[in-house]
Each structure stands twice: as structure tokens, then as C-alpha cells.
């Protein structure tokens, strides 16, 4: 099998060394910027994006969109707002064989589709997958162990992909749950901002964990009421990401909501929570989901309240059963 990734960002030059090694094969990572990738190429080092992390030897980075065109698996790897126009553009260009995977998180501001819905309305007849979980690109790249879901509706794209992906390292267990595990990477994203701006202000261990908790209850919510399976969302691509974005100072939208929280300048790199956050409460909206901790970081991103106030919102709201 060969796999081509597109997206030169840090995930995709970190599944693009797992892939090469799972499949011994020449694996091209696409970017769209060709000095960039030329360096890249040179150097055996994707510097901006994941530095001090060699390239494995099969990885071969291009800015030639036709290195798609032999691929028997294709990683769209971007962010999910350019989802679209990437399939768009890509289309032509890969074998109608082709089983393409999205290993985005977050929910579509223009239609609040979530990645494999996008898929499917912009790659029709093609075989389709969704690759989600805990993983941040530079343990993977660093061959730390780690777990993923590897979701599909069609049975043998899932195990022809999990195949092309598994090394001793990188291990992605088998799903039929797309919804679940897209929804699982997108709201996850967003629950970081919030956990991430208690720790900032300060609010200690106890109250990062409560929030941690509420929050994956309204990721349940939205997540059963999209017809997601309990232990898809309970599992990696749901709890397990939620659980590993919103403790550690390596995640772009735990270190965003830390930095609100403080009241500092936020990082200058957009985490995926911050484009998706008014997404996720429209379709919880949508289907008459009730997202406190999500609709308060909408607020806090969309200057409607500042953090404290979010904060003391969440913390009068009326007490009752927990669910
Ligand atoms: N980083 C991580 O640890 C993980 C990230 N993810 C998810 O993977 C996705 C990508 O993340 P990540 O790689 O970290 O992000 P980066 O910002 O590092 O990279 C994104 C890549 O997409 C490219 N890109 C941006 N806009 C467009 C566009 N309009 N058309 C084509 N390409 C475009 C960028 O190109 P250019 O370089 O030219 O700007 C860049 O190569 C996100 O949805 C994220 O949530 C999932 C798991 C782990
Ligand atoms: O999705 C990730 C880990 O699973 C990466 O999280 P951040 O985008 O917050 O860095």
C-alpha cells in the first residue's frame, strides 16, 4: 500500500514518517508552499512545524499536488476549515481507488459538518475513513507509544489503513463510529480552551478536573444525540484525546485558554478549538443540546464576556442532577 500525506503541518510530517516506516514505501508529504518543502526535502527536517525531528527516509516532501495520484491511501491533513477546498482540489488528482482519511478535528463554521461529513459531500463514491485520537504529533514523530481510532463504515478500508499505519509504536484500533470519533476530536479541542483558562486563573487541580469532567458530559450530550456509540466517545478519539488535551502545556488550545486565563497575549498559532467553537455550540444548538463550558469560550473568543465573568457564569449556574 502506498500512502501520500497532504498537509506539510506538524501532524502530517509525523504520520508521514509513521507511514513510511508502517509501509515500507516511498510516502509523499504534499505541502503547498514549494521553498518550504524544497527545504524540507533538503534538510530532512520539517524546522517550522516539527523541529529537532528527522525525517524518516521514505518520506519523500513535494510541493507537486500529482504525488497524490498513485497513492492507494491518501491523509488529508489541514486545517479543518480548508477541508473542503483541499478535497476540491485533490479530486482530480487521486485514483478514484483511493481510500482518503481525514485526520482533522473540528466542526465546519459554514455548514457545521464535521470532517468525514465533508468527505463525504465534497468526495462522493470514494472510500472514506477518519483517523482521530490522543496523539500529538511530536511524541508520535518521537516513536512514544500511542493509540488512535481508525473509523470507517467500510470494513476493509479500515483494516487496509490500519494496516498501512500500524508500527510497534503507532497502534490505530478499528471503528465503524465516524460521528463518534469526529465529534470526539472536535469538542475535545474546544473543552482544552476552557480547562486550560481555569488552570490560568489559577483555580488549582481540583477545578481543571471538574471541568474536565463537565465537559466531557456535554461531549457525551451532542455525541449521543448525533447517534455516536457510549464507547466511541468514552474511548480514545473521545475521552482519551479530552483527557490528553486538556493537561498538558503541548496542546495549542489548553496553552491558548492558559494564556487567557492568565491574561496574557494568546499564542500566535490558532488552535483548532478557537475556529470551531462557534461551529460546535450551533449544532449542539442544533439538535437542543445544552454546552455550558463550550457556549462560555465562544463568549470569552468572541469578546462577548471576559474570562472571569465566564467563569463565575459557569460556576451560578443552578445545581442539579448530575448528568
Ligand atoms: N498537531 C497535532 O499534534 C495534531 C493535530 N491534529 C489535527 O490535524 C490538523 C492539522 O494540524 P497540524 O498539522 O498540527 O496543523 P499545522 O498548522 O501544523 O499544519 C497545517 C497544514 O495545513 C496546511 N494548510 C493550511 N491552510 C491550507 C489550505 N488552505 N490549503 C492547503 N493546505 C493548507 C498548512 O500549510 P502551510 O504550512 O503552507 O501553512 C500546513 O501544512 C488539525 O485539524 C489538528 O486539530 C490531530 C492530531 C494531532
Ligand atoms: O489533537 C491533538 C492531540 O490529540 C493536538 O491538540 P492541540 O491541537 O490542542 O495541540
Request: proline residues 5%; aromatic residues 2%; hydrophobic residues 50%.
Amino acid at each position: 500500500m502506498r500512502v501520500a500525506v497532504v498537509g506539510g503541518g506538524a501532524w502530517g510530517t509525523a504520520l508521514s514518517n509513521v507511514a513510511a516506516e508502517a509501509t515500507g514505501e516511498q510516502t509523499a508529504l504534499i505541502g503547498r508552499d514549494p521553498a518550504r518543502m524544497a527545504e524540507i526535502a533538503k534538510a530532512r527536517v520539517n524546522a517550522a512545524r516539527l523541529p529537532d525531528i528527522a525525517l524518516h527516509q521514505g518520506v519523500h516532501p513535494t510541493a507537486d499536488r500529482t504525488a497524490v495520484s498513485d497513492a492507494d491511501i491518501v491523509l488529508l491533513v489541514v486545517p479543518t476549515q480548508t477541508l473542503r477546498s483541499v478535497c476540491a482540489e485533490f479530486l482530480p488528482l487521486m485514483s478514484p481507488g483511493a481510500i482518503v482519511v481525514t485526520c482533522c478535528k473540528g466542526v465546519e463554521q459554514v455548514t457545521l459538518a464535521l470532517p468525514h461529513e465533508v468527505l463525504r459531500d465534497a468526495l462522493p463514491g470514494m472510500r472514506h475513513a477518519i483517523l482521530s485520537g490522543p496523539s500529538f504529533a511530536e511524541d508520535v514523530a518521537l516513536g512514544l507509544p500511542t493509540a488512535v481510532t481508525l473509523a470507517s463504515h467500510d470494513e476493509d478500508a479500515a483494516i487496509l489503513v490500519t494496516e498501512s499505519l500500524a508500527t510497534r509504536s503507532f497502534r490505530p484500533y478499528r471503528s465503524h463510529d465516524m460521528d463518534g470519533a469526529a465529534l470526539g476530536g472536535a469538542a475535545k479541542n474546544v473543552l482544552a480552551i476552557a480547562a486550560g483558562a481555569v488552570a490560568g486563573r489559577g483555580l488549582g487541580a481540583s477545578a481543571v478536573a471538574a471541568m474536565v469532567a463537565r465537559g466531557f458530559a456535554e461531549l457525551a450530550r451532542l455525541g449521543l444525540a448525533l447517534g455516536a456509540k457510549p464507547e466511541t466517545l468514552a474511548g480514545l478519539s473521545g475521552l482519551g484525546d479530552l483527557v490528553l488535551t486538556t493537561s498538558s502545556t503541548k496542546s495549542r488550545n489548553f496553552s491558548l485558554g492558559l494564556a487567557l486565563g492568565r491574561g496574557e497575549p494568546p499564542p500566535n498559532k490558532l488552535a483548532e478549538g478557537a475556529a470551531t467553537v462557534e461551529a460546535l455550540v450551533a449544532l449542539a444548538a442544533q439538535h437542543e443540546i445544552d454546552m455550558p463550558i463550550s457556549a462560555a469560550v465562544a463568549d470569552v473568543l468572541g469578546g462577548r464576556v471576559s474570562v472571569g465573568a465566564a467563569v463565575a457564569n459557569l460556576l451560578a449556574r443552578p445545581l442539579r442532577a448530575e448528568v
